[in-house]
């Protein structure tokens, strides 16, 4: 049997992957674009996927891995539609012991552990390989005592990073996108992670597709396909198409300036340890306990006068400005 065995970093963790078919590897390219290169370090896990033809595959118990965090069909800049039922993805729970699990994900057997983890089945399930890592990526975070933060983000000439926080439809995309044509840089958009780190709270964005509303198009003159859509309806950027667009920097952290929100309740529900709605922690092998005295640092830090900035969007003609509360 012929493997190829390539270490790539991806959101600055080196992972090994030794694979039958390459172009498995092809959809990582595309899923974490702008954070993906060779590396030589020593990885801190190994993937390998071998090809095969299963029979027999069970179909139950199900367990949710992976779900739609965007409502709606969409568009991408191409013309192709988007399927927003493609989100919705389920692991088949086979076998589970302490740190160890055994699941069918798309008709592929997938064992896997902490230090390794072992695919069979066909090579043309893209979703397979992208969702093992992500969900890698993510405890791996949670193990470092990162907070998720569900916002954009974007960062000043002085390298300052600005965060906008709040739920889905709030105007945090606009908002973004705005800052960002005017003088500021993009940072990242619906998926930030916090750290207390030197003393001093810092962020860092995380590659993710990215949709954008017609209207947000239209009114900030963006130079983005919007096919005549309504105000409301919106176009669909992959991570590699966000990367074409913006210059993307997922790589390094960045001390945080200011955080709008539209207040702390707001604020503290679109922080999390925890795995989001869309993203469940399936994998019972990647579980690491959370260093719960980071997470307070993050949340006193996060909701301290000195960054937090109570704000609401207003609406004024095609565009969006913040007004702080305080002037309302």
Avoid at 17 to 22: C, E, K, L, R, Y
Avoid at 86 to 101: H, M
Avoid at 292 to 306: F, G, K, L
Wanted: proline share 5%.
């Amino acid at each position: 049997m012929s493997l190829h065995t390539t270490t790539l970093s991806i959101w600055g963790v080196p992972l090994e992957f030794s694979v039958q078919a390459p172009n498995v590897l092809i959809r990582l390219e595309d899923e974490f674009a702008g954070s993906i290169v060779a590396s030589s370090e020593t990885a801190s896990h190994r993937f390998v996927h071998l090809c095969g033809e299963l029979t027999d595959i069970p179909d139950e118990p199900l367990r949710a891995r992976h779900r739609g965090g965007s409502s709606g069909d969409k568009r991408y800049i191409d013309g192709r539609i988007f399927k927003a039922e493609t989100q919705n993805r389920d692991a088949v729970v086979v076998e589970e012991c302490d740190n160890t699990g055994i699941y069918i994900l798309d008709g592929c057997v997938v064992a896997t552990d902490l230090a390794k983890t072992v695919i069979l089945g066909a090579s043309d399930k893209p979703h397979v390989l992208a969702d093992l890592v992500e969900a890698f990526l993510l405890d791996h975070a949670r193990a470092q005592g990162w907070m998720q933060c569900h916002g954009a983000g974007w960062l000043r000439a002085d390298g300052g990073a600005c965060l906008a926080v709040g739920p889905s439809g709030a105007g945090k995309t606009t908002r973004l996108l705005g800052s960002i044509s005017e003088t500021c840089r993009f940072l990242g958009n619906d998926r930030l992670f916090l750290r207390w780190s030197n003393g001093r709270l810092e962020t860092r964005g995380y590659p993710l597709a990215m949709n954008v509303g017609c209207g947000t198009i239209r009114g900030l003159k963006l130079n983005i396909p919007h096919f005549d859509g309504e105000d409301h309806e919106k176009i669909r950027l992959t991570p590699r198409d966000v990367q074409r667009i913006f210059p993307v920097d997922y790589d390094n952290w960045y001390p945080v300036a200011e955080i709008a929100a539209p207040d702390v309740e707001a604020l503290l529900e679109n922080l999390y340890v925890e795995p989001d709605p869309s993203h469940p922690n399936w994998n019972v092998a990647w579980r690491r306990e959370i260093p719960t005295a980071d997470v307070r640092s993050i949340v006193e830090a996060a909701t301290a006068p000195e960054l937090f900035k109570p704000t609401r969007l207003k609406a004024v003609g095609n565009n969006l400005v913040l007004e702080t509360r305080e002037r309302l």
